[in-house]
């Protein structure tokens, strides 16, 4: 389950955040992860490094470090299918089961 939410949700902030920092409100209006799933995806994005918080004239941003600007995060879709943190955790399962599920 956890596994299927970090490919969906971790990839659909990731899309959001490639043009530059992002208001966490407005992120979070604009990612269809309502809640603890948010907040749990963006935590999971800020521990393996590929996002970072920041705080600029009182809002909180989001953006995305070195590190996520060269991964290849497209984990369940396009040319790295199964591939990433979260192997064999998306809709491709290609080995190591139950990492996340």
């Known amino acids: 389950m956890y596994g299927r ?4 949700g971790g990839y659909q902030i990731l899309e ?5 920092p992002v208001k966490i409100s407005q ?8 809640g603890s799933a948010f907040d749990f995806v963006l935590s999971q994005l800020m521990v393996t490094g590929l996002v970072r918080k ?3 004239d009182g809002e909180e941003y989001v953006e995305i ?3 996520g600007r060269n991964f290849p ?10 591939f990433g ?3 064999g955790c ?7 089961h139950g990492n996340w599920w």
Do not use: A, D
């Open 65 to 67: 470090t070195e590190l």
């Open 5 to 8: 939410l970090m490919g969906i």
């Open 73 to 82: 995060y497209q984990w369940g879709y396009g040319p790295y299918q199964g």
């Open 85 to 87: 943190p979260y192997y």
């Open 27 to 34: 992120l979070r209006n604009s990612v269809p992860l309502y």
């Open 54 to 56: 920041f705080e600029k």
């Open 90 to 96: 998306g809709p491709h399962h290609h080995g190591h």
């Open 16 to 20: 959001s955040l490639k043009n530059g």
